[in-house]
């Protein structure tokens, strides 16, 4: 498979939990990146096949990574400890979100889904 996804998560441990699993399946991962600021830059020159987002992150909210996304017309989810999904899913109607903790393992379907 060659597929990337792009990860924006700022939680050490879950970042590199995720990576491992996607890694493990083929997947090339971009980041984990810890803040909108990093993931928006990866995003100014490169398009992934879909990603996963936490809300809260080290400089904010994730949402003008999603919304670079939405815009760029690459499917995501959210996967956040914090999030309201009526929130999120007025805002982001093809969006769900994963509430953690969850599997990496049903990260990793979504994703499969995402970008098949």
């Given amino acids: ?17 995720l ?8 997947w090339r991962v971009a980041g984990p990146f810890p803040s909108t600021l ?23 909210d994730v949402f003008p990574v999603a919304d670079a996304l939405a815009n760029m017309q690459v499917p995501f989810v959210f ?15 093809h969006s769900k979100l994963y509430s953690k903790p969850c599997r990496p393992s049903d990260l990793l379907e979504e994703a499969k889904r995402m970008a098949a």
């Fill in 1 to 17: 498979m060659n597929k990337t996804v792009l990860l924006v998560e700022d939680e050490m441990f879950v970042a590199l939990d």
């Fill in 19 to 26: 990576q491992m699993v996607f890694e493990d399946e083929g």
């Fill in 38 to 60: 990093e993931a928006l830059e990866y995003l100014a020159a490169n398009r992934p096949d879909c990603a996963v987002l936490d809300v809260r992150l080290v400089d904010g």
């Fill in 79 to 93: 996967h956040s400890g914090h999030a309201e999904n009526a929130q999120l899913s007025s805002k982001y109607p």
